[in-house]
């Protein structure tokens, strides 16, 4: 009799910790897991439970995934496998994969959950599919319709990517009463469905992160594993120093609001569309591109400015390399080997300064140059022929503006990386009499953010310059023959 009312009284202690969990995500976490969570994890995480629809804009480095990991092992864990099932999707596979996949495999591991979890981003409970990870181009909408659950979750991370059918999609699984969906990602894109369910569309619970809320700024008490994760005061700093505080990348990556600034030239939704399309044909194993190697180099010496080469094929900026505090024979040395074996190659150099003697050293070698000089007039003008451009800085810039424009039909891909995009999405503009656009002056924009925008300038030159002309010891264009952008000179 005392071990049947023992064992009774042990059974309704468990299914009093089931229940207790099952309402509670974060003590899961804390007492299944033995996980430290933060205060801002804590609110999205008992969200997620209470509301069916939760949207998180976060800033960069919060822990976003790592919360959304939690999530789905809980909600596997505190449900019955049999009428429970768990999507994820993230815009490209190494965010499915690479990112929230690897945190659910360690957590289904350090916990010893039910079933396994497979390399293909599937978990199985006695070889039932309980939840999957997919990239937007697995689904079709007979993949949606046929899951049917009592207990569903769904997880939207990096959320600016995803695209609208994905939303709609989601929105018809989510039909039972214990359905939730989970939107969290970094806000880049303001003409996104993410932007609408975080401002206006009705029925989301929305929830923001910025990095100032981190424990490192906030000062509140977590573990030093935690501390060591978690964004830092030294990032913050970093990132206002460079970035500059007004900038549109700054709002987004820190303080986690959307920002496309309408002063600036280039949004930052058009840089983070590029890059996407940048993961994408990295994924699919950088198919060739047609069309030759063109190398923009941004020419520095000693100081702090570096000298980068932007390696453009086709319609892809295939990578950046950046040299610090190199002597102008190396950048030569470094130029000369890039174009080594590559076929009608051509380079093109910032030919103001220190840059001349770069171009003077590869004619010597007669390997081919085309001299940017970004002060020069040119008479190029705008994609609708409208407008006119004080000088080849200003009308390059434009030109990389219009390749990025989605109306455009953009096809143009750039490599994730935060500098670039800060470069990118930095420059102002303004309109003078007679018609002129006018793109901020390097030395201005190098003023304003306290460094100089090296990247953006060999991306805009290796974009600026196409075919080959003839032209002569300044870089001037003799025999000019269209006026296209993609053939555009300094005239």
Known sequence: MVDFASALAERLERRGQQDRWRADPVAWVQERLGEHVWSKQAQVMRSVAENPLVTVQSAHSTGKSHLASRLVAWFLSVNPPEDTFVV????????????????????????????????AAEWKINDQLVAYGRKPSDYTESNFSGIHAKHLLVVLDEACGVSKHLWVAADSLATSADSHVLAIGNPDDNGSHFYKVCTSEPGWVRHKISAYDAPAVTGEQVPQVLKDTLVSKQWIDDKKQRWGEGSPLFKAKVLGEFADSDDSMIPLSWVMAANRRWNEWDEAGRPPQPGRLVLGVDVARFGDDKTVLAWRYGDVITKLERHAKIATTQTTSLVQAAMHNQPQAVAVVDVIGIGAGVVDQLRSLQIPVRAYNAAHGTRVRDSTGSWKFNNVRSASYWHLRELLDPAQGSTLALPPDD?????????????????????????????????????????????????????????????????????????
């Open 88 to 119: 994820t999707t993230a815009p490209t596979a190494a965010q499915v994969r690479a990112i929230l996949w690897r945190y659910i495999s360690q957590v289904h591991a350090k916990a010893g959950l039910e079933g396994r979890v497979t390399q």
């Open 419 to 491: 500098e670039l995009t800060a470069e990118l999405t930095a420059p102002r503009w303004d309109i003078r009499a007679g018609g002129v656009l006018v793109v901020e002056s390097k030395d201005d924009l190098k003023r304003r953010l306290g460094r100089s925008t090296d990247a953006s300038d060999s991306v805009a030159m290796a974009m600026w310059q196409e075919q080959t002309w003839d032209t002569d010891e300044e870089g001037r264009v003799k025999k000019p023959r269209v006026r296209r952008y993609a053939n555009a000179v300094t005239w």
